[in-house]
């Protein structure tokens, strides 16, 4: 049986959905940077109008940007991040964090420079209880509120044998 | 001029060359849970063989996954992730965590303990010099090491913009 991927109850699909595409990644990123209006966009990256217009119009729906207009006549609009925007921005950041790791050898294009420590800082993943970096390994996934077992058995099953290991 | 991604100086696009593809990214939860088995991912997923075998094989080139015989008559393989391949699971944990939040409302499917505190935990982002929470806005963005003004000019003059507005 061939299934489709909106069956996959999986929160990392349902990101991939808004930001798998690499034009949207890269249309957020340069509005975040705030190369918002549609041209400036269009001229940093290239795109042709066609499809910056298309992923600008998901964004929108997705509510990852609003639009906002900046001049009434003619009518001109730049884009802003929403808090969900906002959020996905931090995706972005893992997914740079990564890349600068891996494709860029810890000599990155782009370095970010933390505010309230003046600092360049490369995030790491702490724990929102205990306050402890969170590595590869130091979690275990198990069943969530909405995790649904005749959906998804062989994840169940996985889930159930990595409880047993540690128990 | 109509630029082809590759040309863009972007670590967040290196890293989507990777994982951008749906499939490839449920492969990966599938063998981080320890569904690691050619059939034993083809049937949790459903995809067709063809499919799993190039994506299970640009993971392995791309040095994302080892590939490990487990049996020897017929030969039969499992899949590893390298140190490299448990990197991409952490970009993995802030997709996840976007989509539970956005997507799930809070109530995901799959919830990760933390082994050392023993609690559900929700990781968050926290500046590796002085350990305190990045949020939004929060930091901004500069060159690093390795951007190129002449790539990438008007993300220069983004730049510039905002080391002005923060000075």
Same mark, same amino acid.
């Given at each position: 049986m061939q299934r489709s991927l909106p069956d996959q109850p999986c929160s990392v699909a349902r990101t991939l959905d808004i930001i $798998?595409? +690499? #034009?949207?990644?890269?249309?957020? +990123?340069?509005i975040a940077i705030g190369i918002a209006r549609f041209d400036a966009i269009q001229?940093?990256? $290239?795109?042709?109008?066609? =499809?910056?217009? %298309? +992923?600008?119009?998901?964004?929108?729906?997705?509510? =990852?940007? =609003?639009?906002?207009?900046y001049q009434d006549n003619p009518p001109r609009y730049d884009y802003r991040l929403t808090e969900k925007g906002n959020d996905l921005l931090m995706v972005l950041l893992s997914l740079q964090q990564f890349g600068d790791k891996w494709a860029y050898d $810890?000599? &990155? &294009?782009?370095? #970010? +420079?933390h505010l309230s420590c003046a600092q360049i800082s490369t995030p790491v993943a702490c724990c929102d209880h205990c $306050?402890? %970096?969170?590595r590869p390994g130091d979690?275990? &996934?198990?069943r969530g509120p909405s995790f649904d077992d005749a959906a998804a058995p062989a994840v169940g099953e996985a889930l159930d044998a990595i409880a047993a290991a540690f128990a």
């Open positions: $798998g595409d +690499r #034009w949207t990644a890269l249309v957020l +990123r340069d001229g940093d990256l $290239g795109l042709s109008r066609k =499809v910056l217009t %298309q +992923r600008l119009n998901d964004l929108v729906e997705h509510g =990852v940007l =609003v639009r906002v207009e $810890g000599e &990155p &294009p782009i370095a #970010w +420079r $306050g402890e %970096q969170v979690a275990i &996934p198990e």
